[in-house]
RNA sequence: GGAGAGAUGGCUGAGUUGGUCGAAGGCGCUCGACUGGAAAUCGAGUAGGCGGGCCUAAAACUCGCCUCGAGGGUUCGAAUCCCUCUCUCUCCGCCA
């Protein structure tokens, strides 16, 4: 959310910042809301400083012994007025509160203009890809064929979208969450978290998925609570409505958890295999920072989560979305994309971000510069680190050898107690 | 699920016959004094939000309004009275 002063000091900005979005949000009717709910609430306030001051004079009178009748027909009158004009300023003040909950971030100025996905810009590329002297195959075949993914079982269990993982590709799953957790906790620095997997409502809404994404989500209709789309849900909403003391920055958590996607908007898209599921397994990092410095913090964040695929041996690319690409509530992102041998393509794996103050607005979550210093929100940050199923895809697939066994990764192997899967 | 108790500032804890209470006291914290330095001691300060003024702007300052779990009501006036909701704690039941 942006703040409405901001909005009101820059609106020119916030305009041309929407449009580099594609986004056609009408701001000057906010503009105008914001207008009247300023002067009505000057209304509201004068007459209250009346009926306060006379309040006090009647308590004063009443304790003399005075007669105050004329004072409390006074006060009567004008909290009838206080009564109506509330009515007015509350009116504006939800309406403008509504429309802010539908306003994107603002991208940053480093990021590439364009009007969708085309004009991301690659900004690295890291690793060889490997080369075969066969024809790679699709992670589903080399699954099915080790008997690893179960496809058909997971339609029958749970419907489309839903896949079983067994004997050792469970195992592998299970591993390679390990590996990503121990890294980033013990080598990176990061606090692990194990939170909820089921939120509410405040929740959903402090990091933008609700109101305007309801339809991608999962509830549960009798407890009004949403299975969570990514840990960055629960772990960033830990401190909503808290003001953290300066020295407590940076904050860096780590977290497993399953995510829940309805993807709505994606019938048709990656039907097969392991890439687009309805429920998956995500390590992620969230970071809480200081406004000066969330941005060198997000090319730090990108490479810990970079630091997984060189260690998998994974080759793999940097794009920085454009404006047109950019989620509702990022000013900044970094998609790290994994070669796939057997979709022959760069695929998105990892997904990093700076909100800038966008989500500590709306989840209030504000730390203090020093003691005795007013409250400043923070800087929110948060990328995968990685996507555990798009991970166990990419393995399958680059370390797939010609007889249909797949070799397992070096770090891996301490993990899963077997090197190779066959 | 049944019965009961409670929600006050960073923490603790008064206030519940409605009236200078945004709120005593203590702790913590900040600044200052004392000290070679520190501890102890003493003094001062210390909630958040919104709107206005000031200003190029922010901060600071200043005026006002709101907030004592949330929402609504009674009243000239509510932390204090009434209603609804949420959450926490204790006991019983159930359960991994």
Same mark, same amino acid.
């Given at each position: ?7 009101? !000091? ?19 009717? &906010? ?48 909290? =009838? ?27 940053? =100025? ?10 991301? &810009? &690659? ?74 997997? #089921? ?30 789309? !990514? =840990? ?16 407590? #920055? ?6 497993? $958890? ?8 994606? @019938? ?20 809480? $920072? ?11 964040? $990108? ?10 041996? #994974?080759?793999?690319?940097?794009? @920085? ?18 070669? #796939?041998?057997? =979709? ?35 800087? !929110? ?42």
């Amino acid at each position: 959310m942006l703040g409405l002063k901001f909005i009101r !000091t820059h609106s020119e900005a916030v305009k041309e910042a929407l449009s580099r979005r594609n986004n056609s949000f009408n701001l000057d009717e &906010v503009l105008a809301w914001d207008e009247a709910y300023r002067s009505r609430l000057g209304e509201s306030e004068k007459l209250k400083n009346l009926r306060n001051s006379l309040s006090e004079e009647i308590g004063r009178m009443n304790a003399r012994k005075q007669d105050a009748a004329a004072q409390m027909q006074e006060v009567r009158d004008a909290s =009838a007025r206080i009564r109506e004009i509330d009515q007015d300023v509350q009116d504006l003040e939800q309406k403008i509160n509504q429309a802010l909950l539908m306003i994107p971030n603002i991208p940053h =100025a480093s990021v590439p203009v364009g009007p969708d996905e085309d004009a991301n &810009v &690659v900004v690295r590329v890291e690793g060889e890809p490997p080369g075969f002297d066969f024809q790679p195959r699709n992670h589903w075949e080399i699954g099915e064929d080790l008997d690893i993914l179960d496809f058909a079982r997971g339609v029958k269990i749970a419907g489309a979208r839903f896949t079983v993982l067994k004997g050792k590709g469970a195992q592998l799953e299970r591993a390679i969450t390990n590996f990503m957790l121990d890294l980033h906790t013990r080598e990176q620095g990061y606090t692990e978290i194990f939170p909820p997997f #089921l939120v509410n409502r405040a929740t959903m809404t402090g990091t933008g998925q609700l109101p305007k994404f309801e339809e991608d989500l999962f509830r549960c209709d009798r407890e009004d609570l949403f299975l969570i789309p !990514t =840990a960055e849900v629960p772990v960033t909403n830990l401190y909503r409505e808290e003001i953290l003391p300066g020295e407590a #920055l940076p904050i860096l958590h780590t977290a497993y $958890t399953a995510c829940f996607r309805a993807e709505a908007g994606a @019938a048709g898209r990656d039907t097969r295999g392991l890439i687009r599921q309805h429920q998956f397994n995500k390590v992620e990092l969230v970071e809480f $920072t200081a406004p000066e410095t969330s941005y060198t913090e997000l090319e730090r964040l $990108t490479d810990d989560a970079e630091e997984v695929l060189r260690r998998l041996g #994974l080759a793999y690319r940097v794009v @920085a979305l454009s404006t047109g690409d950019l989620g509702f509530s990022a000013a900044k992102t970094y998609d790290l994309e994994v070669w #796939l041998p057997g =979709a022959g393509a760069y695929r998105e794996i990892s997904s990093c971000s700076n909100f800038e103050d966008f989500q500590a607005r709306r989840a209030n979550i504000r730390y203090r510069p020093e003691a005795g210093a007013r409250p400043r929100f923070v800087h !929110t940050l948060n990328g995968s680190g990685l996507a555990v199923g798009r991970t166990l895809v990419a393995i399958l697939e680059n370390y797939q050898q010609e007889d249909g066994s797949v070799i397992v990764p070096e770090v891996l192997r301490p993990y899963c107690g077997f090197d190779r899967i066959e």
